[in-house]
């Protein structure tokens, strides 16, 4: 699940204070890895996209394993219905057959899109599934435990940039007592996930959203674990897929039809439902956010 694309000048109205524990390098490791990054091709590199599935497989199967040894034999996930998140559990389903899948999807009504198709995913896939389908009471709860754990914190800004919906997605986790989640962000900007990739697909465009995804996503996501005991593994960050993605032309990555190409010539290879793999990217920022606001007017 993405935290919102809050302008980087905006964060510290949204988010609190950050301290990061270390956990066999920690979140700070993390960061400066992908601060020291690069994403564009530096060299002509032959690639194929053979060489980027089994370097996912590898990773993936990696990451599900950790994810296994931490949760007592099981792996939680969220699944929003994506492409992304659902290519994810094909790859742990495939290395994993008889491993329990816990998967978490949220959203602001039973007919939401990211719920719709994340039941076809765990339907697919095989995944004990929970839809969190916030009430009223929920969210009120929720935005007094936001407020109560981060006094810093611009609650309107978190309502309208989707933190408050990722607080309560992660808290509804928490009640699952799981020591690890993997989650994915992250491949939207090496794979040339949004709008402006397919549209001004520029080595500037890439690095731009690149250098947004530490304060407007990982951050705020990470804060937010952290105060319910979550540690968050991100497999698509991992710094095999960064260098695999990174030695591809952007131009190879996403078009002005279709973005994340690569991953979608997977997804189709691996039979991944049509419905998923076509479904246009929607933002999943903000889905309480009208119910969250007018409780903060009362």
Sequence with gaps: MKVANCLARNKMERTPNLNINENEGGYDSLFARIKNSVIVPQNEHEWSVESL??????????????????????????????????????????????????????????????????????????????EIIATADD????????QAKFPDANLEMATKYGDLDVYLLYKKIAEKNPKVV????????????????????????????????????????????????????????????IKQIAEIPIEQRSDFDEGKKPLRKIAREMGLPSEIIERPKEGQVGMLRRASRDLLRQ
Aim: hydrophobic share 35%; glycine share 6%; no cysteine.
């Design 53 to 130: 599935d089994s370097t996912l497989n590898s990773v993936f199967a990696d990451y599900g394993q950790k994810a296994i040894e931490a949760n007592n034999g099981s792996i939680y996930m969220t699944l929003s219905g994506g492409l992304d998140s659902t290519l994810a559990l094909a790859y742990l389903r495939k290395n994993f057959p008889d491993s329990e899948i816990v998967t978490f999807t949220m959203g602001g009504y039973e007919n939401h899109e990211d719920v719709k198709h994340a039941r076809i995913a765990s339907e697919k896939y095989q995944s004990n599934h929970h």
């Design 139 to 146: 969210i009120a709860e929720a935005i007094n435990e936001y």
């Design 182 to 241: 993997l989650t994915f962000e992250g491949i939207d900007e090496l794979a040339g996930g949004y709008w402006p990739h397919r549209d001004q697909a520029t080595e500037e465009t890439y690095e731009k959203y690149w250098r947004k995804l530490i304060p407007d996503h990982l951050e705020p996501l990470t804060a937010t674990a952290e105060s319910f005991g979550i540690n968050l593994e991100f497999p698509y960050l991992d710094e095999r897929v």
